[in-house]
């Protein structure tokens, strides 16, 4: 059954709807910590959850770890939990994503992780809703669990949402720099679907408007939130998640991997750190190093529409538009700024960020020596 969605103010309302129609006996709700009160969602639901059962689980850490899946697992297990509703960004819904999944086929979680071992089953009914304009989860068949520093990804059809509500609501009070980095997660994906070697008409499509609404309204949502900059966001996160679906990520979020386990950035401000140079960067593509079986003309005219799409003049001129955009939303494009520092920093990153699944859907191909003069270039 394709995923069912809703969107726009209060659209939270269509819970009841679905909830009749499944009449779960023991929902698992998976929430964050705190977002969930903050952003109102908890008030929201408390109304519509009212004659249902519901175990809350929130025990768990921002980028969730295999240990917090099964702790997650042994919840849900115990509960006799039957539907699944997740509220939060994307850490939540993949948590959410993950235990549903694996509480309901054989074998341990890593094997499906690390070994390849194949998805049989999909498991309870999964309602995602976000609370943060960013990963667009709810519309990804992806999910993410670290194993120790390692990052994996669980792939398959079957993890994507049955239902997606995505109600801006719940983002009108997300904090300034949560806002920023969860803006240029979205951004940083749509422009990597964009330029990915699996892009086709429509991810293209999704991922065009997608740069359009972030451009026009992500500084407002941080700077000076209204309902219109809120409304936008979230569908811009939405498109960029439908986007990535169809062609995953590229070079920038392989490299940003590493600078979130081990200097703790955020995501999204990890993954914007290297967007502007990796647009420079691809669009002196050759024939030589060309990953993109579309030829090197296709990947500059690609480049090019990316260039246009940021108002921009030239390449260079889209590097700094993009740089501009996060000083003018508060975050540090520098990585001394962010307390990456030394020659031995950089090395980090370059050792643990060439995951051949992301650096591959690149049009360019990224050797070390490439890596470790960007990362230089906005030290």
């Known amino acids: 059954m394709p995923q069912q969605k809703y969107f726009g103010f209060n659209s939270i309302n269509h819970l009841k709807k679905i909830l009749s129609k499944h009449n779960p006996s023991h929902i698992f709700l998976v929430t964050g910590r705190n977002s969930y009160e903050k952003s109102g969602a908890k008030d929201a639901l408390n109304a519509l959850l009212k004659g249902y059962n519901a175990t809350r689980f929130c025990d768990f850490e921002e980028n969730p770890k295999l240990f917090d899946v099964?702790?997650?697992?042994?919840?849900?297990?115990?509960?006799?939990?039957?539907?699944?509703?997740?509220?939060?960004?994307?850490?939540?819904?993949?948590?959410?994503?993950?235990?549903?999944?694996?509480?309901?086929?054989?074998?341990?979680?890593?094997?499906?992780?690390?070994?390849?071992?194949?998805?049989?089953?999909?498991?309870?009914?999964?309602?995602?809703v976000p609370t943060t304009a960013g990963s667009g989860s709810e519309a990804t068949k992806f999910a993410v669990v670290y194993i120790g520093k390692i990052k994996h990804s669980l792939e398959h059809e079957l993890v994507l949402p049955d239902y997606a509500i995505v109600d801006p609501q719940f983002t009108m009070s997300l904090p300034k720099y949560i806002t920023a980095c969860t803006g240029m997660d979205a951004f940083s994906q749509a422009i990597e679907s964009y330029w990915s070697v699996n892009s086709a008409d429509e991810s293209k499509r999704y991922a065009r408007e997608a740069i359009k609404l972030i451009m026009a309204n992500l500084a407002n949502a941080v700077n000076k939130t209204s309902e219109?900059?809120?409304?936008?966001?979230?569908?811009?996160?939405?498109?960029?998640?439908?986007?990535?679906?169809?062609?995953?990520?590229?070079?920038?979020?392989?490299?940003?991997?590493?600078?979130?386990?081990?200097?703790?950035?955020?995501?999204?401000?990890?993954?914007?750190?290297?967007?502007?140079?990796?647009?420079?960067?691809?669009?002196?593509?050759?024939?030589?190093?060309?990953?993109?079986?579309?030829?090197?003309?296709?990947?500059?005219?690609?480049?090019?529409?990316?260039?246009?799409?940021?108002e921009a003049e030239n390449t260079e001129d889209a590097g700094n538009k993009i740089k501009n955009l996060?000083?003018?939303?508060?975050?540090?494009?520098?990585?001394?700024?962010?307390?990456?520092?030394?020659?031995?920093?950089?090395?980090?990153?370059?050792?643990?960020?060439?995951?051949?699944?992301?650096?591959?859907?690149?049009?360019r191909k990224l050797t070390e020596g490439a890596l470790r003069r960007i990362l230089n270039e906005i030290r």
């Open 70 to 128: 099964e702790r997650g697992m042994k919840v849900f297990k115990e509960n006799k939990c039957n539907f699944v509703i997740a509220v939060g960004g994307g850490s939540v819904i993949d948590v959410a994503k993950s235990v549903r999944l694996f509480a309901a086929n054989d074998g341990k979680p890593e094997d499906y992780l690390q070994k390849g071992k194949s998805i049989r089953k999909k498991g309870k009914v999964l309602i995602a």
């Open 228 to 310: 219109k900059s809120r409304e936008a966001m979230a569908k811009a996160a939405n498109l960029a998640g439908k986007a990535i679906n169809i062609t995953r990520t590229t070079a920038c979020h392989a490299i940003s991997y590493p600078i979130t386990s081990y200097f703790n950035v955020p995501h999204g401000h990890a993954v914007a750190l290297t967007l502007g140079k990796m647009l420079i960067y691809n669009s002196s593509v050759t024939k030589d190093d060309l990953l993109d079986k579309r030829g090197v003309n296709y990947v500059k005219k690609i480049i090019s529409e990316i260039v246009k799409l940021l």
């Open 326 to 363: 996060m000083n003018e939303i508060g975050l540090s494009a520098r990585l001394s700024g962010l307390g990456i520092k030394s020659d031995e920093d950089i090395e980090l990153i370059i050792r643990n960020g060439f995951d051949p699944s992301r650096v591959n859907n690149n049009p």
